[in-house]
């Protein structure tokens, strides 16, 4: 009991001042609500790259896998959004779980390239082979064929947006959870030093494939999100272009850290909106952070934030230890 | 399909090749000799094409379109090589891939400040066709052709003839070694580096009235280039050539066959090599890169 307390108090302080954030600008629900989902996308991606240090250039593929999934399934077979986004999850787990084995093998660029390869691929599957079931690029409109669900109707936006946050503060929980647990400390240990894993005896290819298919969940499960709140999808969702927003956005928020991918997807978002209102060119601002964060700041938003923090409120004994280190470095 | 079309899809896959050989030098080279992956090439490409449009609607000569295309490229190589990239060399792969793909972000940035964002038409500077075998060609393509070939035919000969040539050929075998020579990797690095961003440029501007010129014409390439070096094997110069040519046939004989084929074809070779043969057709095999285990 003590240690779901421990791991849910940090995201249940975050959601509950996203609560308040709501409130304080009522029209900018929709920013709030693209917050939400887009931020269990970089949490997915965060996962390969900030745990486990492997480069994706081929996120979209996995949104729109989830997309699609809920998309299909509310403009052909069913009418409720939840079973759509069951449907999303599962979708990723198979996905996750037969592409793993085949890519993780590979180390470096061919990862990323690889990735990149699929999600070309994946997009012309969408785009010219399933064109009877998809409409191409006309995309599918399904958002009247919705139904209601119990409690609340996520057809409303602003049901939608409690909705979207309490999937998000769940996603989250578990996020924390992972990150505390053995598995995030394994998933850490296998960027600093895989040998040395494998030397005490960890499989680390099962590891990394556990990594790859939570990564390939989560982004499914952002893309379905996606898919309901817009109430249609189209392939511009899955274009291999779109790589670049979700890599930047766990970099700047601080990689491998829980609430990085949130405060990265807040600055990524806010600099999109706030740039796109001057210039109408994101990609100059957005390029010149991430170099920044690269060379000066590596830990991004929230680790920088975390260090501070920790200097200044940090328990009394990790202080005096880290005191320590410091000055043995220095002399 | 007919042997009609097949013709003519055989000598466009040409001028491809040719566009995609200037282009994925770069960043052949670039793995090869300074061991970073250059996503940023392509930011070359792109300038290349919007100094030709601009000295096309300027002056109207394509053949200054051309030329400013190649300095103004070696320029920007010049400034990225020297003060962002000495900073990268020796790091980490993934580090040097996610830092030049800023510079690559940046750099679509500024095109899109200088130029705008609705693409940019540039015509073509000779509308004459030339019956080869019973086809008819344009001219632009076959020109296309044989200054991709003047190309490699220079840097053969650059690369087995000069000293400097041989440093770098040297250099991609093992770079501490070349220092021990007394010889400035450093300084072998940056010239490497101008002289293929100023490819990547000449690249850029041959292919400007091919393709419509705007700000992300260089993501498609970054993509194409990739695939084309690492069929060919990361650091060889013949296999970018080799691989550039079954490229260039891939994706016209395929868009012939059927047009989204274009498109989709490369990244299906892609994916299969990279499973089945990651270190392409005469990439150095050991544990360079790709597998490990």
């Given at each position: 009991?003590?240690?779901?307390?421990?791991?849910?108090?940090?995201?249940?302080l975050l959601v509950f001042l996203i609560l308040m954030a709501r409130f304080t600008f009522p029209n900018k629900m929709t920013f709030i609500i693209e917050l939400a989902i887009f931020s269990i996308y970089v949490m997915g991606n965060n996962i390969?790259?900030?745990?486990?240090?492997?480069?994706?250039?081929?996120?979209?593929?996995?949104?729109?896998?989830?997309?699609?999934?809920?998309?299909?399934f509310l403009a052909h077979v069913g009418t409720n959004p939840l079973v759509g986004m069951l449907l999303s999850l599962l979708m990723g787990l198979v996905v996750g779980l037969i592409l793993g084995p085949a890519f993780i093998r590979l180390r470096g660029d061919y990862f990323a390239l690889i990735n990149a390869a699929t999600c070309a691929i994946g997009m012309f599957t969408i785009e010219k082979l399933l064109l009877p079931i998809t409409r191409g690029d006309d995309g599918l409109w399904y958002r009247a064929r919705m139904s209601q669900i119990p409690f609340v109707d996520i057809r409303m936006p602003d049901k939608f947006f409690l909705f979207a946050l309490a999937i998000f503060l769940i996603v989250l929980i578990l996020y924390n959870f992972m990150d505390k647990s053995a598995l995030g400390s394994s998933f850490r240990a296998i960027r600093v030093n895989e040998s040395k894993m494998k030397f005490l005896g960890y499989d680390t290819f099962k590891i990394r494939w556990i990594g790859f298919t939570l990564a390939s969940i989560l982004s499914a499960l952002s893309g379905s999100l996606y898919a309901i709140n817009f109430g249609f999808v189209n392939p511009s969702l899955a274009e291999p272009h779109r790589a670049a927003e979700v890599l930047v956005a766990t970099l700047i928020g601080g990689a491998g850290t829980v609430f990085g991918p949130f405060f990265g997807t807040l600055a990524f978002l806010g600099i999109k909106d706030l740039v796109s209102q001057y210039i109408a060119h994101w990609e100059l601002a957005v390029g010149i952070l991430t170099l920044l964060v690269l060379f000066r700041f590596s830990k991004g938003i929230w680790g920088n934030t975390e260090a501070i923090m920790n200097e200044k409120f940090g328990k009394k004994r990790n202080r005096s230890v880290k005191k320590l280190l410091t000055d043995k470095a220095a002399t | 399909m007919n042997i009609d079309l097949l013709l003519p899809a055989i000598f466009f896959g040409l001028s491809v090749s040719g566009i995609l050989f200037l282009v994925s030098l770069g960043i052949s080279i670039g793995f090869g000799l300074m061991r970073i992956i250059?996503?940023?090439?392509?930011?070359?490409?792109?300038?290349g094409a919007y100094m030709a449009y601009t000295m096309v609607s300027a002056t109207g000569s394509f053949l200054l379109g051309i030329i400013a295309g190649i300095l103004v490229a070696a320029f920007l190589g010049f400034l990225v090589e020297t003060q962002l990239l000495r900073r990268v060399y020796g790091k980490e792969l993934m580090f040097t891939m996610v830092v030049t793909f800023s510079v690559f972000l940046i750099g679509?940035?500024?095109i899109q400040y200088t130029w705008g964002l609705d693409p940019k038409p540039v015509s073509s500077p000779f509308h004459t066709m030339i019956p080869i075998l019973g086809v008819q060609m344009p001219l632009y393509r076959l020109f296309i052709i044989a200054i991709a070939f003047v190309v490699y035919v220079l840097i053969q000969l650059m690369l087995n003839k000069t000293i400097i040539g041989k440093a770098i050929r040297a250099g991609i075998e093992n770079p501490d070694q070349v220092q021990g020579l007394g010889i400035n990797i450093r300084r072998i690095f940056t010239v490497t580096f101008v002289v293929a961003s100023g490819l990547a440029g000449l690249g850029g501007s041959?292919?400007?009235?091919?393709t419509m010129t705007g700000p992300y014409m260089g993501f498609d390439m970054l993509l194409f280039?990739?695939?084309?070096?690492?069929?060919?094997g990361l650091g060889s110069i013949k296999g970018t050539l080799v691989s550039a040519l079954i490229m260039g046939q891939v994706i016209s004989v395929g868009g012939t066959i059927w047009s989204p084929l274009a498109f989709v074809a490369p990244f299906i070779v892609m994916f299969c090599v990279i499973l089945w043969r990651p270190t392409g057709l005469f990439g150095v095999t050991g544990k360079a890169f790709g597998f490990q285990e």
């Open positions: 009991m003590n240690r779901i307390l421990k791991v849910s108090y940090g995201p249940a390969l790259y900030g745990y486990l240090g492997m480069v994706s250039f081929g996120q979209p593929f996995y949104l729109g896998v989830g997309a699609y999934a809920t998309a299909i | 250059n996503m940023e090439q392509m930011v070359y490409y792109t300038f679509i940035g500024i041959l292919n400007a009235p091919l280039a990739f695939i084309t070096v690492i069929l060919g």
